[in-house]
């Protein structure tokens, strides 16, 4: 059974830093890339940033080139989102879930946890 627990959300100000992080059960990890999305009210879950399985590729979307830093640990098992120059924009559910190895940007199963909540005030 696929296991995703995502922590590390909280409130910050415009401009400044978070890092997200995901703990995922080790089969699922450890035979997957993984992503993160979002999900703010009113809106669809988008793409954020995904990572191949070794850690060699990644990908994100063009709202948060340059700002976001996406990197897993495959020894700890966990997959991290360093969230730089936050924006009002980027407030959002964020979750992680495994992704497909050709674009990283598509969630392979219809299935995600709690989420964590970011709050960006301007």
């Given at each position: ?26 089969r699922t990890f450890s035979n997957n890339a993984m992503g993160w999305f979002r999900q703010a ?82």
């Amino acid at each position: 059974q696929v296991q995703l627990v995502e922590s590390g959300g909280g409130l910050v100000q415009a401009g400044g830093s978070l890092r997200l992080s995901c703990a995922a059960s080790g089969r699922t990890f450890s035979n997957n890339a993984m992503g993160w999305f979002r999900q703010a009210p009113g809106n669809e879950r988008e793409f954020v940033a995904g990572i191949s399985r070794s850690g060699s590729f990644t990908n994100y979307a063009d709202s948060v080139k340059g700002r976001f830093t996406i990197s897993r640990d495959n020894a700890e098992s966990t997959v991290c989102l360093q969230m730089n120059n936050l924006e009002p924009e980027d407030t959002a559910v964020y979750y992680c879930t495994p992704v497909d190895d050709y674009t990283l940007a598509f969630a392979l199963y219809d299935y995600w946890g709690q989420g964590t909540q970011v709050t960006v005030s301007s």
